[in-house]
């Protein structure tokens, strides 16, 4: 069940961040961008078994008491993603504030300087 | 084997990253330091190339965990050719002098940056673990957007976004793809995952995980059709730079396709070589009539990565030891032969006065040597006989028709006359057209530094063109042990 609850919370938070990421505000997309990201690590985490209280600690004969303890590999890596994710998302939303103020606004469609706007005869621009 | 060696690839660029930092008061004195950095590591990669030559394999376990537990680095002939490589065009793009280059913010803070981007390279040629890969592709992102974005022009910032959503969602799928293979193997290492899924058989969820993980990688490597990042980004880096991107980047995510379909995930994967393959011929395609269309040096040359990527992508795609080897070749000659166009197409830009083929012209008349000195890597990639773009080509197109893949091995040579179509028009148009009316005066003359690294690149072009044969026996031994290739565990 709560299995079953998780896949739905990744399932949900996944397309709100694709939603986002899709939308023409370039803060917007970053964040969505940041929400994709959370439930890829959700999803790593559920990689590892979810459930079990047990801390994740074999002192006695091998094997006892792994049954009902999480898998804390994943959770390690969850960690790993987290930190990398954060960094990203930060220096993503600083780029498309930087572009917003550059360009006075943070529209996808504004996007055209870095690649040559096509010019009336399908010929494609000059590009500085 | 030796410990100290097998860091290296990671710990050489780290080594730059904080000798070019601490020099940053001085602009001299920190290239000066780049650069013996970047030769350190190409002398690093070349050592564990002659130790790894003969079969052997450096490796080394982190906290000296037992074998499985471990992240480990483990290099073997294929990444240590690719280190190698990667090492030759670190040190001809930083002998490359900057042009107008002042100081400035973007000196200050380029080459910290550049070894970053190489440590991840190193890492990613380096790192036996799934997860340990997915850092190091992170590491080679973030390292990789800095340089995009510190010219800080709107176009920098554009392509620096462009750059970081759609790498960003690659390394996402990356991550997601991870953490399902070890939620099915229990495993992180190459070799222990390869036992793990072997024994699994063709599971429809591992050839699911796979397969998200080959699309991951093939974002990275700008295939067809996810290639969008890659002509939005490039054009806008100063001409040296450009050229280290245009010949590595790419060329990492073609290498993790080879080590994750050859070796990883042979047996899950060899149901998806077949999509793989017309993913190949798209990317051929739409990259060389892309190639066709533009008239800006950088984008034209952009496009052709795109469609040399599909050529290695082709080849991996025919699943044969042949095939593999063919990939590995191809790579190979590749990084060196972009790179080089990368550069020359800076010089010629800097002669003629224009990166737009309709701007410039006369290149010639007033440059004679430095036309023969594009005219090699040009007909490298175009594939003109003795020179190593033609073993390249012939060894796929060859190895398609030996698996009766008619269709695959026709398209490859299609793309082959259509590549030659618009490597013509930029030798038309930038050398053999008098100059228009009204472009600049053709500019000074050509640094010896600037002669040094394209001439070094265009010998190896040329060696390897009229002398194949121990490149061809290198590939096929080094992709002989990968179980796609009929190799064991």
Redesign the interface.
């Known amino acids: 069940m709560s299995a079953l609850l998780l896949a739905l919370c990744v399932a949900a938070v996944a397309a709100a961040g694709l939603y986002l990421?899709l939308a023409r505000d370039?803060v917007g997309?970053?964040l969505g961008?940041g929400l994709?990201?959370a439930a890829?690590?959700l999803?790593?985490f559920?990689?590892?078994r979810i459930g079990g209280l047990t801390a994740a600690f074999v002192s006695g004969p091998e094997g006892a008491a792994i049954a009902d303890m999480a898998n804390p590999?994943?959770q390690a890596?969850v960690l790993?993603?987290i930190v990398?994710g954060f960094?990203?998302t930060c220096?993503?939303i600083a780029?498309?504030l930087?572009?917003a103020r550059?360009?006075g606004k943070a529209d996808a469609d504004a996007?055209?300087?870095?690649?040559?706007p096509p010019r009336r005869d399908g010929?494609?621009g000059?590009?500085? | 084997m030796n410990g100290a060696l097998v860091v290296a690839p990671v710990l050489v660029p780290l080594l730059g990253v904080l000798v070019t930092l601490l020099a940053w008061r001085r602009p001299g004195r920190q290239a000066r330091l780049s650069l013996a950095c970047a030769m350190l590591f190409a002398a690093a990669a070349t050592a564990l190339l002659s130790g790894t030559v003969g079969g052997q394999v450096f490796e080394a376990r982190f906290g000296d965990w037992p074998a499985p537990a471990a992240i480990a680095f483990s290099i073997d002939r294929l990444g240590a050719a690719m280190l190698t490589v990667s090492g030759v065009v670190l040190v001809a793009v930083l002998l490359f002098p900057v042009h107008g280059g002042g100081p400035g913010a973007r000196g200050l803070w380029l080459h910290p940056m550049l070894h970053g981007l190489m440590m991840g390279v190193g890492g990613a040629f380096s790192s036996a673990d799934l997860f340990n890969l997915y850092v190091w592709f992170e590491v080679m992102l973030i390292s990789a957007l800095g340089v995009i974005v510190i010219g800080a022009r709107r176009e920098h910032l554009e392509a620096g976004l462009k750059y970081l959503v759609l790498n960003l969602v690659g390394t996402v799928m990356l991550l997601i793809a991870v953490g399902g293979i070890y939620g099915l193997s229990g495993q992180l290492n190459f070799a222990a995952i390869g036992v793990a899924l072997d024994r699994m058989g063709e599971v429809p969820l591992a050839q699911a995980y796979v397969a998200l993980l080959l699309i991951s990688l093939l974002i990275k490597a700008g295939a067809f059709p996810f290639f969008f990042w890659l002509p939005a980004a490039y054009p806008n880096l100063p001409t040296p730079i450009l050229a280290l991107f245009a010949g590595l980047l790419t060329k990492v995510g073609a290498y993790a396709t080879l080590r994750v379909a050859g070796q990883i995930a042979a047996v899950p994967a060899a149901g998806l070589l077949e999509a793989l393959g017309w993913i190949a011929v798209a990317t051929m395609l739409v990259g060389v009539l892309g190639a066709a269309h533009h008239w800006d040096t950088r984008r034209i040359l952009s496009f052709h990565i795109i469609s040399q990527i599909g050529y290695i992508l082709l080849a991996i795609a025919l699943g044969t030891a042949a095939g593999l080897a063919a990939a590995l070749f191809y790579t190979l000659h590749h990084i060196v032969v972009k790179a080089n166009l990368f550069l020359i197409g800076g010089l010629v830009r800097r002669v003629a006065g224009s990166h737009d083929l309709r701007h410039a012209g006369g290149v010639f008349r007033s440059h004679p040597w430095l036309a023969a000195l594009f005219a090699i890597p040009a007909a490298s990639l175009v594939g003109v006989p003795l020179l190593s773009g033609f073993w390249a080509k012939l060894l796929v197109v060859r190895e398609c028709f030996a698996g009766g893949d008619y269709l695959w091995g026709g398209a490859a040579l299609l793309v082959g006359g259509l590549t030659l179509y618009s490597m013509l028009k930029l030798w038309s148009e930038a050398f053999w057209k008098p100059r228009p009316e009204g472009s600049p005066e053709p500019s000074a003359a050509i640094p010896t530094r600037a002669w040094l690294a394209c001439g070094g690149l265009a010998a190896i072009t040329l060696a390897i063109g009229v002398h194949p044969q121990p490149l061809l026996d290198f590939s096929m031994a080094a992709v002989s042990a990968m179980p796609l290739a009929g190799g064991s565990r």
């Not at chain 1, 996007?111 to 040559?116: G, H, I, K, N, R």
């Open positions: 990421v370039l997309v970053v961008l994709i990201g890829a690590n999803f790593l559920a990689a590892g590999l994943p890596l790993t993603a990398i960094a990203l220096f993503g780029l498309a930087r572009l550059l360009g996007l055209c300087s870095a690649e040559p010929e494609p000059v590009l500085r």
